[in-house]
């Protein structure tokens, strides 16, 4: 059983740029999260999603989007990466009764 | 919106001595207060939590209390080793209510216990 898996470990991309980073669960999880972790400010939720079919916007919605299509999948897109956007992007689930899991993360350096 | 302050910001200790870490939380709606240890370059993971039902919760060497009238929870740790250091997060939601499950974070404690 993999639990979280979160794709790609690393990635250095390029101002202005297009990124899909991926999230998958196999725990049959409803509901499914986005942090992203800077040096000093702890974690930050991005957006979320109760459940397949909806979602909802965080602390630090803007220059994000995600979809949730289906119970084990939750993509975070990043439209036109901007420099303030690196950072450490984690993905978690949350089953009953409430606790959150986190995957392994992805580093992302936006130049 | 839910806002945590944690202190403190840096924490050393020897081994063998206890620690603890504070946090404060301001939206009296939240009842759900999980603790998170993360390592250098690893994923945070739980460690211990409590809900707004109880006021101590032990599990071997880490406690977490909770005071719902001044609105802090703090975070024990007795007779530390070295494999103790690492960050630490604490959290808290309303959990079930309407801000279903989303965890507003502490800005985090860096650990050090010293041989």
């Known amino acids: 059983i993999a639990g979280i898996t979160q794709a790609p470990t690393s990635q250095i991309l390029a101002a202005g740029r297009r990124m899909t980073l991926r999230c998958t669960q196999d725990?049959?999880?409803?509901?499914m999260y986005w942090y992203r972790q800077d040096l000093g400010l702890g974690l930050r939720l991005i957006h979320y999603?109760?459940?397949?079919?909806?979602?909802g916007k965080g602390e630090v919605p803007d220059g994000y989007s995600v979809s949730r299509a289906n119970t084990d999948d939750f993509p975070l897109t990043l439209a036109s990466a901007v420099p303030s956007q690196t950072s450490v992007y984690f993905c978690?689930?949350?089953?009953?009764?409430?606790?959150?899991?986190f995957g392994p993360g992805t580093r992302l350096t936006v130049l | 919106g839910e806002n945590v302050e944690q202190h403190p910001s840096t924490l050393s200790v020897q081994e063998g001595d206890s620690a603890v870490i504070k946090c404060t939380y301001s939206?009296?709606?939240?009842?759900?207060f999980p603790w998170y240890k993360q390592e250098l370059g690893k994923r945070p993971q739980l460690i211990i939590d409590?809900?707004?039902?109880?006021g101590e919760k032990k599990d071997q060497r880490i406690a977490v209390t909770l005071n719902k009238t001044a609105k802090h929870f703090s975070l024990h740790i007795t007779e530390t080793q070295p494999e103790d250091s690492a960050v630490y997060f604490c959290?808290?939601?309303?959990?079930?209510?309407?801000?279903?499950?989303?965890?507003?974070f502490g800005q985090g404690t860096i650990l050090t216990v010293h041989p």
């Open positions: 978690a689930t949350s089953g009953e009764p409430d606790t959150q899991y």
């Open positions: 725990m049959r999880h409803n509901a």
């Open positions: 999603s109760n459940t397949a079919g909806t979602t």
């Open positions: 939206d009296s709606a939240s009842n759900y």
């Open positions: 409590i809900r707004s039902n109880v």
């Open positions: 959290a808290a939601s309303n959990a079930g209510g309407t801000s279903y499950g989303k965890l507003t």
